[in-house]
């Protein structure tokens, strides 16, 4: 049983000030989730103020990409090396929109995490099929390729930190999420794999996240799935109370008064 992680995505919503303000509301509510390992990935700008508006926090700060290359010629492009200098401790890896709005390849999102694992950076690797692949039922032959291509050169050590996102493509920003009983089928296929792959064996350890429209009326019934370890939030994470009422999930829970 894993902790539960409930990781905010802000993609590119958020300036400097409203990230800075959002944060320090959820900190004041901190006490209320010590139980949960919450993440919140703002846009580039504002990593260092949201770095800086964290200290002396346990919630998490993660970029939402980073480029397959080292350093050099490369406008545009952030470093592994410069999140982690703006106070990083996760990276987002292959979200579908960097996948399939900027073509980006298995091969790439495998020099990605090359590179954060090499950094120090702890990765949440996201996978998942379209609606089209789901249809052809290839979505588990699919998330297998993603996460083998995904992988290759990363030590069973390092897997070990490896947090992944599965978030199906059809499920993204549309209001339709995958049933509880969909996301956890997929899951255990995850887990598996990448058991196989760090040649374990034993029961598979890696923290499988669920994406795709996770809102306060679903995260519960997505929690309540045995290999269902966290979420990735969208838009439901934009709004402070919203997003505290998903972490909060359960929250009777809770000792009293907290
Ligand atoms: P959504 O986004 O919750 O808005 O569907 C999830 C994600 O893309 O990580």
Known sequence: MHTPIIAANWKMHKTVSEAV????????????????????APPFTALRPAADALSGSSIGLAAQNMSYAESGAFTGEVSAGMITDAGCTYVIIGHSERRHLFG?????????????????????FCIGETLQEREADETISLIRQQITEGLINISAGDIDSLIIAYEPVWAIGTGRTATPEQAE????VIKETVQEISDKG???????????????????????????????VGGAS????????????RASVLPEGE
């Open 21 to 40: 303000d959002f944060i320090s509301g959820l900190k004041k509510e901190e006490a209320t989730f010590s139980d949960r390992r919450v993440i919140v």
């Open 104 to 124: 980006e390849t298995n091969e790439q999102i495998n020099k990605k995490l090359v590179l954060a694992f090499k950094e120090g950076l702890k990765p949440i």
């Open 185 to 188: 089928e997929v899951h255990r």
């Open 202 to 232: 034993g029961t598979p350890t890696v923290p499988v996240i669920y994406g795709g429209s996770v809102n306060e009326q679903t995260i519960e019934s997505l929690m309540n799935q045995d290999n269902i370890d966290g979420v990735l």
């Open 238 to 249: 934009l709004k402070l109370e919203s997003f505290l009422n998903i972490i909060r999930f």
